[in-house]
């Protein structure tokens, strides 16, 4: 994790912090500790991958067409996001982009062809691939295949 990361997540922390403290209502609290988590979660998430440009997530599901579970990812899920990001940013955007820029713009991505990804998937049968997909990140990074 570069510097930069570390100091934009200890400032946030800290605003985030002064700002519970001074809200009185109960719900407030629960909804931005809630906010705190989800967005905790999606770096997290990204950053435990090891996955941190569309090219990695190509690579890690579009390479081999002989498994037809990653294929199936690749078809439906990679290559919508990858369409989305490459509609979005130039070719040296996306090499420039950093790790929390991606993390952002995959959540929009998902986002934005969340009905073309669930189209295909339901087109091929396929629905549990969108959980399989998110579960893999965490197996590889942790070893746990």
Do not use: W
Not at 8 to 27: D, P, Q, S, W
Not at 68 to 88: A, E, G, N, W, Y
Not at 91 to 118: G, H, P, Q, W, Y
């Amino acid at each position: 994790m570069d510097k930069e990361t570390i100091i934009i997540g200890a400032i946030a922390l800290v605003i985030l912090i002064i700002v519970v403290r001074f809200l009185t209502k109960k719900a407030f609290k629960i909804l931005l500790v809630v906010i705190l988590l989800a967005a905790a979660g999606l770096f997290g998430y990204i950053y435990l991958t090891g996955i941190h440009t569309v090219a990695g997530l190509e690579a890690k599901y579009c390479e081999n067409y002989d498994n037809r579970t990653d294929s199936l990812k690749c078809v439906c899920i990679v290559q919508p996001i990858s369409d989305d990001f490459h509609s979005r940013f130039s070719d040296k955007e996306l090499e420039n982009m950093d790790e929390l820029t991606f993390a952002k713009e995959l959540s929009k991505a998902l986002i934005n062809k969340r009905a073309v990804i669930k189209e295909k998937l339901k087109e091929n049968n396929a629905m549990h691939l969108l959980k399989d997909f998110k579960d893999d990140f965490l197996k590889d990074k942790l070893n746990l295949e």
